[in-house]
């Protein structure tokens, strides 16, 4: 028997078809309802980050009713034998938050270009962590191109503290995607954010690497001040599987605006006369770090 009292909450775990749904009230187990599962799925019915209404159980768990439409999701095709399956890392995020060390490893910009696109064509803020200032003397000329296109970049370091207050009020009350290199200080940075709070993070993210037959657990980490932040690894491997080289351009913000002034509507800004986007690197405008990225996306290169 169950008791009609309906609830509306945040998906916050996720591990082989149970859901722990934060309602404001407490956690609850959930699964789904049946017909919710009816017809064959083209992707993740229920998601981490998915707001939910749940149904009450008598014993204490909960039966998901109905997932709100996302606003927005970070999507990985998963190939199955029956079709392309899309398995959303998270739905519904903030922001994303990219992590990359100023020195040790040294900042692989290539890798942070192509999860920037990915964010762009997802409408998701995007926010910089260079991590690591204390080994470099040099931290805002290696990321300062990001800040002059409209990129906030916040400068940290766990040994001499810089940026910690700012990297914690910018995770305040949002869901945030947690994404970078291995070997960066996410987890050391995320200690500093709330004691245990790295580790906790890392045992998730670890799991979730060790290989294909490893069940998955995917969740998110409430914040002592309000919001939550999601590791999600697998970025490197994300796909712009539904992407034309094409419309590469609209998500460069560096470039989109100079597109309109090509001479060519359907310009490759490779060779073409009248291409505003090259005039622009031959000034300097456009970085060229920056232009050799797109040329790779385009040509669907890493």
Same mark, same amino acid.
């Given at each position: 028997m169950?008791?009609?009292?309906?609830?509306?909450?945040?998906?916050?775990?996720?591990?082989?078809? #149970?859901?722990?749904?934060e309602?404001?009230?407490? $956690?609850?187990? @959930?699964?789904? &309802?049946?017909? $919710?599962?009816?017809?064959?799925?083209?992707?993740?019915?229920?998601?981490?980050?998915?707001?939910?209404?749940?149904?009450?159980?008598?014993?204490?768990?909960?039966?998901i009713?109905?997932?709100?439409?996302?606003?927005?999701?970070?999507? &990985? /095709?998963?190939?199955?034998?029956?079709? !392309?399956?899309?398995?959303?890392?998270?739905?519904?995020?903030?922001?994303?938050?990219?992590?990359?060390?100023?020195?040790?490893?040294?900042?692989?910009? &290539?890798?942070?270009?192509?999860?920037?696109?990915?964010?762009?064509?997802?409408k !998701?803020?995007?926010?910089?962590?260079?991590?690591?200032?204390? $080994?470099?003397?040099?931290?805002?000329?290696?990321?300062?191109?990001?800040?002059?296109?409209?990129?906030?970049? !916040?400068?940290?370091?766990?040994?001499t503290?810089?940026?910690?207050?700012?990297?914690?009020?910018?995770?305040?009350?949002?869901?945030?995607?947690?994404?970078?290199?291995? *070997?960066?200080?996410?987890?050391?940075?995320?200690?500093?954010?709330?004691?245990?709070? *790295?580790?906790?993070?890392?045992?998730?993210?670890?799991?979730?690497?060790?290989?294909?037959?490893?069940?998955?657990? &995917?969740?998110?980490?409430?914040?002592d001040? *309000? *919001?939550?932040?999601?590791?999600?690894?697998?970025?490197?491997?994300?796909?712009?599987?539904?992407t034309?080289?094409?419309?590469?351009?609209?998500?460069?913000p560096?470039?989109?605006?100079?597109?309109?002034? @090509?001479? #060519?509507?359907?310009?490759?800004?490779?060779?073409?006369?009248? @291409?505003?986007?090259?005039?622009?690197?031959?000034t300097?405008? !456009?970085?060229?770090?920056?232009?050799?990225?797109? /040329?790779?996306?385009?040509?669907?290169?890493e």
């Amino acid at each position: 028997m169950t008791s009609e009292i309906y609830k509306r909450g945040l998906i916050i775990k996720a591990q082989s078809g #149970f859901f722990t749904v934060e309602t404001g009230e407490g $956690l609850v187990i @959930c699964r789904l &309802r049946g017909k $919710l599962k009816q017809g064959r799925a083209i992707g993740d019915i229920a998601a981490l980050g998915d707001y939910v209404q749940i149904e009450l159980l008598a014993d204490g768990s909960g039966a998901i009713e109905t997932v709100e439409e996302r606003k927005q999701a970070i999507v &990985r /095709l998963d190939p199955r034998p029956q079709g !392309i399956y899309q398995q959303v890392l998270l739905a519904n995020a903030d922001q994303a938050v990219f992590v990359f060390a100023c020195a040790n490893p040294n900042p692989k910009f &290539r890798m942070l270009d192509r999860f920037l696109v990915i964010t762009e064509k997802q409408k !998701i803020p995007a926010v910089i962590i260079a991590n690591k200032t204390d $080994l470099v003397d040099n931290a805002k000329e290696l990321f300062r191109v990001y800040e002059s296109i409209g990129y906030r970049v !916040i400068y940290t370091s766990t040994k001499t503290r810089t940026g910690l207050d700012e990297l914690k009020a910018q995770l305040q009350n949002k869901i945030s995607a947690l994404a970078g290199p291995s *070997g960066v200080g996410k987890s050391s940075l995320l200690n500093e954010v709330q004691a245990g709070l *790295g580790l906790a993070v890392n045992e998730i993210s670890s799991a979730m690497n060790k290989g294909r037959h490893t069940t998955v657990t &995917r969740q998110m980490f409430a914040l002592d001040g *309000g *919001g939550y932040v999601a590791d999600t690894p697998g970025w490197k491997s994300l796909a712009l599987w539904d992407t034309e080289a094409e419309e590469i351009d609209a998500y460069f913000p560096d470039l989109r605006d100079l597109v309109p002034q @090509c001479q #060519f509507s359907d310009c490759s800004h490779k060779h073409e006369p009248g @291409c505003a986007v090259l005039a622009a690197l031959k000034t300097g405008t !456009i970085h060229p770090e920056r232009y050799d990225s797109y /040329l790779r996306l385009r040509a669907g290169q890493e």
